[in-house]
């Protein structure tokens, strides 16, 4: 009896770590501003460029991750990816701030979700 109530005790803390994992890499208090920076003099992107160009990519690129990032969540189980979705935040907050071409922006986009 115990070692069910154990087993049950580990999925379930496994299951609320992974549930407040998810809600706090889903907040970004810093969404509203970013369309602002892209288009201030720090990025020097018109609206037309964000709008029409980098945007989109992030928008189509996010659909076509979602069925390979379920299938590697499948094969590789959760660990690896929080450390990898952990890593893949520094990378795009990185190329935020340095990246300058509407090319690089693109590229942030594609790995931002």
Same mark, same amino acid.
């Given at each position: 009896?115990?070692? #069910?109530? +154990?087993?049950? =005790? =580990?999925?379930?803390?496994? +299951?609320?770590?992974?549930?407040? *994992?998810?809600?706090? #890499?889903?907040?970004?208090? +810093? @969404?509203? *501003?970013? /369309?602002? /920076?892209?288009?201030?003099?720090? #990025? =020097?992107?018109? @609206?037309?460029?964000v709008n029409q160009n980098v945007y989109?990519?992030?928008?189509?690129?996010?659909?076509?991750?979602?069925?390979?990032?379920?299938?590697?969540t499948d094969l590789c189980r959760y #660990?690896?990816?929080?450390?990898?979705?952990?890593?893949?935040?520094?990378?795009?907050? %990185?190329?935020?701030?340095? %990246?300058? @071409?509407?090319? @690089?922006?693109?590229?942030?986009?594609? +790995?931002?979700?």
């Amino acid at each position: 009896m115990f070692l #069910k109530l +154990s087993t049950m =005790n =580990n999925w379930l803390i496994i +299951s609320l770590l992974l549930s407040v *994992f998810g809600f706090l #890499k889903e907040i970004r208090p +810093s @969404e509203p *501003f970013v /369309y602002e /920076y892209l288009i201030g003099p720090w #990025k =020097n992107l018109t @609206e037309a460029q964000v709008n029409q160009n980098v945007y989109p990519v992030g928008t189509y690129s996010y659909l076509a991750q979602l069925i390979i990032i379920f299938l590697i969540t499948d094969l590789c189980r959760y #660990k690896p990816l929080i450390i990898v979705l952990g890593l893949m935040g520094i990378v795009v907050w %990185s190329m935020l701030i340095w %990246s300058k @071409e509407l090319f @690089e922006i693109q590229i942030l986009e594609v +790995s931002r979700d």
